[in-house]
């Protein structure tokens, strides 16, 4: 406490008083300065309902440093006057001998504290002669709390083991808390808010039903990564522009050689009723490592497998993990992101399975609202880009890429004639980025990333 | 995804019904386009080059259409203008005819043994007595560009030429020569050149530079001439100026020299079929007669239409829907595909015709009859498969760390798979060339040369980005490297693989050695794994420049080197433009599985 014998003066005057005071009359029958009893204010207040105290403001004129100068000395004009020595002036015929200072005349009026004798015409040109300004000054009017006493009890801060002990805590007054301020943070670490929503995507794969794949091979060949999945030597996405591929080690070299061979078929000559595409597939072309581009080359491994194993029985992958492209960069794209993709394998889905699988899946994410639009990707057919309506931007937005896998890619594999194979896909970012509210990118991902964002991001439940 | 812009009030007299923009962009939607964008050449001239170059440019309206990558029919406003009246039902699909010369002598184009080595295929056609209006030449012009960038692969496997059929005479001779024998006006230039002098003045063509490389470096170029010497274009570059095409041109010669036949073949009848249509006997085209080196000829415009049989029970299964034969085979006849019930239980006769090359199996046939159905009116159905999910134990395992990492006060960073060669060598004084890093052939910058080798650099990276953070700041990551590996695995050996590793950095004003070696510890408590010389883990003195001498110990764990921790080099430390003391532990995880 400031001053434990200021707070007590101004309890015993509030005693004498039935009604209330203001502060600055406490101070001036006090005689100390405003803000010290401003202090003992506070300080009361702290301790529980002994007074009650009102904020009120007032506004007065003050005089300013050149208005006090005048006050002692005269007003400008009337120093003029007075310095012109009666011989030394040419212009002896003066209209005036003697002049009366109004301007000092006003300016004492309001350092008498009679500032209402001048009008606020007169107020206002002292005013814009910087001789007068006006002050809001802050006080309290002053009452007697519910629980008022002169005396002034020393507060407890907080609680001790002592006083458990001795039983003493039964008549000690405890200074209030403070609720309105924060508390003090806890030292812990955090999750990264990507790998957060990576979590909450695996749980709901996980929910219904699908098993992970093991994505955790960067580099592929693009056998597998292309030529598996019917995508012809010749399509852009091959090109130097769009794929990273390696200079060391720059070939894969082994390779199921029969099930090669029918992949080679189908791209150069067609078979399984398709017509292929009729060019000269190269297996120098097909040996090229890369970074793979998507982790459907991980799918293509997996059903490849799922074929070998003898009698086929149905199955439901997922995987997220990185994937890698040499696109452009801007705030949404960098050289590589994670993929979300899931996989149904079984004899007889349809496309109509597939929508009412995506539906599942979108609706745990929050998203009911989906429709589906005719897309082209080389390797599944039918081929759908999902949309969700997105009800802030009050329109339809594309959400994610879907298909049927074609049947020159399944059957070379060996997968039996009557199995369906459906999947769909989408960024691990991009939703990530629309629940946290980032808008580049690279706010998200990497090691530029403000840590503070880390610490400071929510737990992510995506259907809330 | 190729864009096409079109006129729109172009596009809305040629479907004879004006649409609003949503309209318009719900029947796109439909049928499997977009419209991306409604701008005018205004808009995009004042985007571009700002509003003083925009003054005097028009302001027609403009729909900018994604198109699928594969249906070339829809590259220019005659193509989608027939694909969207026939998917309304307003018009049928015209029947696109190969047509013999009226005198009955063909064209011919006679094929070189000189251009095997370079571009050995070539195919030709003519469109006879045809109207161009400016709409009309433009779109064809367009049209030939927008082939070029999609199928023709920016000119390497297919490259077009035009000419005014009126200004040359056959029969016509496609050779190689070496390019200083090569001489002729190439199109809107004023004086001949030789094939060198033009090759060196198109390298500053902003259009044309990019086909260069395409023959640049031959010994001989690609070139055509008609029976009296004239060079009609030296292919995949440019056109003679001599048979331009032009308003007035009434018979026009088209070939296609190409590295991929099937692909010259389709691009051909791209052309012919869409702008036939204004020829004077409409969706016909006059045959030539290709002769190849061996002597044998054929005849071209392919213009092959194909039958396939599928069942309509087929197409339902598929789909997940009920139609009758009959219904399916209307929905097919609305996607250019004339189909019609045999009578033979459910089986319906499917005819391809050339505009669709990207038909080239049932299952394209039946996403058509689903489009047509309309994929939104499709039930949703759940499909009954049943499965047990599995996680992979080595994700599991990650899962379950990251966490307790966390709860131990590590925050986790999230940091690039690719890097810099001076990031895992330099930096961390290595050579590259002692690493097992994988490299990059291709990279666009620096950032892209090789995948990391260890999850070290990027977590100093990130305390670099965050020194004005309170300290200490304590990070850890787990996540894959790629490693070089020639050990082989059954069809998985690329000469690569990934190894999932932990690393933790702690940054103070004091080194923290004791922090991060906690951290081990707790790690290890976790994995179950004892502090013992025989059973379990323990640390031994070990010496690497990324850390400070006698600051350094290697991980043992059942006998197996697992990783690393210590104080960071002060070399390192500044080569990562950090200013403390900082330990760091990284562990492979893979052991613990």
């Not at chain 2, 850390?547 to 690393?564: L, N, Y």
Request: aromatic share 8%; with cysteine; hydrophobic share 40%.
């Amino acid at each position: 406490m400031a001053d434990a014998g200021l707070a007590e003066s101004v309890l015993e005057r509030l005693e004498k008083l039935d009604c209330g005071v203001d502060s600055q009359d406490v101070a001036s029958v006090l005689s100390v300065d405003h803000q010290a009893i401003v202090g003992a204010v506070k300080s009361l207040q702290s301790l529980g309902e002994l007074i009650s105290a009102e904020q009120r403001s007032s506004k007065h004129w003050e005089l300013t440093a050149e208005g006090k100068e005048i006050v002692e000395q005269g007003s400008h004009e009337a120093r003029v006057f007075n310095a012109i020595p009666t011989e030394g002036l040419s212009q002896t015929d003066l209209m005036v001998e003697s002049i009366e200072d109004t301007v000092q005349d006003k300016l004492v009026q309001v350092q008498k504290g009679l500032t209402g004798k001048l009008d606020e015409k007169e107020k206002n040109e002292l005013k814009k002669r910087k001789l007068l300004s006006e002050v809001t000054v802050k006080s309290y009017w002053l009452t007697k709390g519910p629980s008022f006493s002169t005396t002034v009890t020393k507060q407890e801060t907080d609680l001790t083991a002592e006083m458990i002990a001795s039983g003493t805590w039964r008549d000690k007054k405890f200074k209030p808390y403070n609720f309105e301020a924060l508390g003090v943070p806890p030292e812990c670490g955090h999750l990264h808010p990507l790998m957060k929503v990576r979590t909450q995507f695996r749980q709901i794969f996980l929910e219904m039903g699908f098993t992970e794949m093991p994505t955790n091979n960067f580099i592929e060949s693009s056998f597998w990564n292309f030529d598996s999945l019917f995508q012809p030597q010749q399509h852009p996405a091959r090109d130097q522009h769009d794929t990273f591929f390696l200079s060391d080690p720059a070939v894969a070299k082994d390779f199921p050689m029969d099930y090669l061979e029918r992949v080679k078929k189908v791209h150069s000559e067609g078979g399984y009723g398709s017509q292929g595409y009729k060019y000269d597939w190269k297996l120098e072309e097909a040996q090229k490592n890369l970074l793979r581009t998507h982790t459907t080359a991980v799918s293509a491994r997996m059903l490849y497998k799922l074929a070998q194993q003898g009698k086929f029985t149905p199955v439901k992958y997922f995987s997220i993990d990185r994937v890698f492209r040499n696109e452009t960069l801007d705030a949404t794209h960098l050289a590589e992101f994670h993929q979300i993709e899931g996989v149904v394998a079984d004899y007889g889905l349809t496309l109509g399975d597939l929508m009412g699988v995506l539906h599942q899946f979108f609706t745990k994410l929050g998203i009911t609202k989906l429709r589906f639009k005719p897309a082209y990707n080389p390797y599944t057919e039918p081929s759908m880009e999902v949309f969700s309506y997105h009800e802030g931007l009050k329109k339809w937005v594309e959400v994610g890429n879907s298909g049927v896998f074609r049947p020159e890619m399944l059957l070379p594999m060996g997968i039996p004639e009557g199995v369906s194979v459906i999947a769909w896909g989408l960024s691990l970012e991009r939703p990530t980025m629309i629940k946290y509210g980032i808008n580049n990118i690279r706010e998200l991902v990497g090691h530029k990333v403000n840590l503070q964002m880390v610490y400071d991001s929510p737990i992510c439940r995506l259907d809330s | 995804m190729p864009t096409v812009s079109v006129k729109r009030d172009l596009l809305f007299q040629a479907l004879g019904k004006k649409y609003t923009d949503e309209e318009f962009d719900e029947l796109c939607f439909e049928f499997g386009l977009e419209l991306d964008e409604i701008t005018s050449e205004k808009d995009i001239i004042s985007r571009e080059q700002g509003d003083v170059r925009a003054a005097g440019a028009s302001d027609v309206v403009l729909y900018k259409i994604d198109v699928p990558a594969n249906r070339y029919d829809l590259l220019c406003l005659e193509g989608l203008v027939r694909g969207l009246q026939v998917f309304k039902q307003k018009i049928e699909a015209p029947y696109y005819r190969r047509v013999g010369a009226t005198d009955g002598k063909p064209q011919r184009f006679i094929i070189t043994q000189e251009t095997a080595v370079l571009r050995p295929h070539a195919v030709a056609a003519v469109l006879r007595n045809i109207t161009f209006t400016q709409e009309r030449y433009d779109s064809f012009i367009e049209l030939q560009e927008k082939l070029h960038q999609n199928i023709c692969r920016k000119r390497s496997l297919v490259a077009i030429g035009t000419h005014d059929l009126d200004t040359i005479s056959g029969p016509f001779t496609y050779t190689a020569k070496a390019p200083d024998d090569i001489c002729f006006k190439p199109l809107n230039q004023k004086e001949e050149s030789t094939a060198t002098e033009l090759m060196r003045l198109y390298k500053n063509d902003s259009h044309l530079r990019h086909y260069l490389h395409i023959i640049e470096d031959e010994p001989h170029y690609p070139i055509i001439y008609d029976s009296n010497g004239v060079v009609l274009s030296m292919p995949p570059i440019i056109n003679g100026d001599h048979s331009k095409i032009s308003l007035k041109t009434k018979n026009v010669f088209i070939e296609c020299t190409a590295t991929d036949l099937t692909k010259a073949k389709i691009v051909l009848d791209m052309m012919v079929t869409m702008f036939s249509e204004y020829c004077a006997k409409p969706f016909t085209v006059e045959e030539v007669e290709v002769v190849c080196p061996d002597g044998s000829t054929c005849l071209y415009p392919d213009l092959a239409y194909r039958k396939e049989l599928i069942s309509g029970d087929t197409i339902n299964q598929k789909v997940g829907i009920k139609e009758s034969a009959e219904s399916l085979a209307r929905l097919l006849t609305r996607m250019c595909l004339k189909a019609e019930v045999t009578g033979k239980a459910d089986e319906i006769e499917v005819e391809i015709p050339p505009t669709r090359s990207d038909v080239i199996h049932a299952c394209d046939i039946m996403e058509d009859a689903a489009m047509a159905y309309g994929f939104n009116n499709i039930a949703r159905t759940k499909p009954k498969t049943y499965t047990i999910a599995n996680q992979l134990p080595l994700n599991k395992l990650s899962e379950l760390l990251r966490l307790e990492l966390a709860a131990a006060g590590f925050t986790e960073a999230l940091t690039f798979a690719l890097c810099s060669q001076e990031d895992i060598a330099d930096k961390l004084g290595k050579k590259i060339s002692d690493s097992r890093a994988v490299h990059i052939s291709n990279p666009k910058t620096a950032e892209f040369q090789v995948a990391r080798t260890t999850l070290l650099p990027g977590l100093l990276k990130t305390l670099a980005a965050n020194r004005k953070l309170p300290l200490p700041l304590k990070l850890f990551e787990i996540s894959d490297v790629v490693l070089k590996d020639d050990t082989t695995g059954m069809c998985m050996y690329v000469g690569a693989r990934n190894n999932r590793r932990l690393c933790a950095v702690f940054y103070n004003k004091i080194p923290g050695f004791e922090v991060i070696h906690g951290l081990l510890d707790r790690v290890m408590q976790l994995l179950d794994v004892k502090p013992s010389r025989d059973q379990g883990y323990y640390i031994q003195a070990a010496s690497d420049s990324i850390f400070f001498p006698g600051r350094c110990a290697e991980i043992i764990s059942h006998g197996k080197s697992v990783g690393c921790l210590g104080v960071l080099h002060p070399d390192v430390i500044n080569r990562f433009e950090l200013t403390m003391p900082c330990s760091a532990l990284d562990l492979d995880i893979e052991p613990f599985l």
